[in-house]
């Protein structure tokens, strides 16, 4: 079971060693839950009835969640009542601070800026993650992946059947979403970002296909960044020319794909459209690009902006005009995920205006977890094309059937994710394809625990092929829903033709080889 905690790159000791004690805590307590309470409430129950199983489960879950307020409420009055001590042994008051200091001579009055630029949303309360609640999660995937062994079915399957309440006639093998490149706020360049530069293979291609097309790329990626830099031209006195130089590879990143030196956001998208060109691939055509860019984790509170790049800070509007120019400049981009903190709903709304016909807004960490959403029954805030989808801590397997089939009622796209701490087990993938998401994103194509999924995704599509209920993706489309839409009920946008494909895109090819040489 993957835990929601994440993996912090260039972390110091402490940091590390304070986290791994914490998810050692999680992970013992759940096993406890398991192998005590758990276990007995659940005894004479078939696996067979999941919705049954979870609704258990949450009922426990619930009991937990009561149980730690009260504790926390019975520690909080002994604390107040330590504190009421006798007037003799109080504190002095504090004194009064002292006034702002008067403005410098010469500072310019009526300044309008601070005026003109709305100061960030306050942080909205974080959602609390009860220690042990992985337990809930595990259980309820381990009693799907018993009925399905029980009826000698793939879990994929049981998992389809599950959400439609029939056996599937067909079913289709999720778009691969998969990180070639990191140039975020752990990257040793100036680039912030981008903390995923993300390659989405063309729906025509077999996922096999796909992943031979995007391991060509990698590999020229690889050669290109390690090739020696051109020798540089003659620069006047007392200038260096520059000093970017080539991109270094500092190293493997959490996420199995390449931590680049970059200083500039449109460099990691050029690499890769020139990688494209040697191999005979355009972009757009062949692939398409997404991008993860985490704004979560370039907020400066201090100035109240975000910092793309090392000492460049955008304001919220600002942020608007730099994506909107940016998809302008490289219309295969088809996703930005994160590109707001989720208290930013005033620009999630002016983006997905102005992009939502030609690109997907996805909220990932700027999405509530699946459990609260499904408590309030709204997925409208913030307003995006979709959300990125993950197992972890309470989620239950009725949980992700439910959320899965909300996003279809509103036309929103499902992509299923893997989480920072991920664990080898290769269910995530039989979970995707049974509930119908549109994308998968696992990573990079390093590290154990990502390979192992990828190679879980060939082996179902090879399954499907061969029982014949392979089915066909359908052509990215951008459906751009008003405000009137989202606030209708769950019967489903009236048929008409989707709005907003990107213009001018190319005829697909379909190559079903990579070339190994350049161009």
């Known amino acids: ?6 993996v912090h790159e260039n972390a110091v000791p402490e940091l590390a060693e304070a986290v791994e004690a914490e998810r050692l805590d999680a992970v013992g307590i759940a096993v406890q839950w398991v192998n005590e309470t758990i276990t007995q409430e659940l005894q004479g129950l078939a696996p067979s009835s999941q919705a049954e199983v979870d609704q258990v489960l949450r009922t426990f879950f ?17 604390e107040n009542l330590a504190l009421q001590l006798p007037s003799s042994l109080m504190l002095p008051p504090q004194p009064t601070p002292p006034p702002p ?12 800026t601070s005026v003109m630029e709305k100061p960030l949303p306050p942080l909205e309360p974080v959602e609390t993650v009860l220690c042990g609640s992985m337990a809930v999660g595990a259980v309820s995937l381990a009693v799907a992946k018993t009925s399905a ?9 049981s998992i389809a059947s599950l959400k439609h309440q029939e056996k599937p006639a067909k079913l289709t093998i999720p778009l691969l979403m998969v990180s070639l490149v990191c140039c975020g706020k752990s990257s040793p360049g100036k680039l912030n970002l981008m903390k995923e530069v993300i390659c989405v293979p063309h729906p025509g291609l077999m996922a096999k296909q796909g ?14 960044i390690e090739a020696p830099p051109p020798p540089k031209a003659e620069t006047k006195k007392g200038h260096n020319g520059g000093r970017r130089g080539q991109p270094v590879t500092g190293k493997m990143s959490h996420l199995g794909c390449l931590t680049l030196n970059y200083d500039a956001i449109e460099q990691p998208l050029l690499l890769i459209q020139g990688v494209c060109a040697n191999l005979g691939l355009e972009l757009g055509t062949n692939l398409y690009l997404a991008i993860n860019c985490a704004a979560h984790e370039l907020v400066d509170y201090n100035k109240g902006k975000y910092e793309v790049m090392l ?10 005009d730099l994506y909107v120019d940016l998809i302008s400049k490289f219309p295969s981009i088809i996703a930005l995920i994160d590109p707001f903190r989720k208290e930013d709903s005033d620009q999630w709304d002016s983006l997905y205006n102005a992009l939502g016909s030609r690109c997907y807004i996805i909220a990932g960490s700027a999405s509530k977890s699946i459990p609260k959403l499904l408590e309030e029954g709204s997925i409208r805030t913030p307003r995006s094309s ?6 972890t801590n309470q989620t239950t397997v009725s949980d992700l059937v439910a959320i899965s089939s909300l996003l279809d009622s509103k036309k929103h796209v499902a992509v299923f994710g893997s989480m920072d701490g991920e664990s080898s087990d290769d269910s995530l993938v039989d979970l995707a394809v049974g509930l119908g998401v549109q994308f998968i994103k696992l990573g990079g194509l390093s590290r154990g625990e990502r390979v192992t999924k990828y190679n879980r995704i060939f082996a179902i599509e090879d399954e499907l092929v061969q029982n014949g209920t392979l089915g066909f993706k359908e052509e990215l489309t951008f459906v751009q829903l008003s405000e009137e839409d989202e606030k209708a009920a769950k019967e489903p946008v009236a048929e008409a033709a989707p709005a907003g494909e990107l213009p001018g895109r190319p005829e697909p090819i379909f190559p079903t080889e990579v070339l190994q040489e350049p161009a």
Request: charge should be positive; glycine fraction near 6%; proline fraction near 3%.
């Open 62 to 78: 619930e009991r937990k969640v009561q149980e730690d307020k009260e504790r926390k409420e019975l520690e909080k009055n002994l």
């Open 311 to 320: 000492g460049t800070y955008k304001s919220t509007i600002e942020m608007v």
């Open 211 to 224: 992943m031979e097309m995007l391991m060509g790329i990698q590999k020229q990626i690889i050669k290109t």
């Open 149 to 157: 062994s029980l009826d000698s079915h793939p879990l994929y399957f």
């Open 101 to 112: 200091p008067a403005k410098k001579k010469g500072q310019k009055q009526g300044r309008k």
């Open 1 to 6: 079971m993957a835990t929601h905690f994440e």
């Open 386 to 391: 979709g959300r990125i989808l993950t197992h």
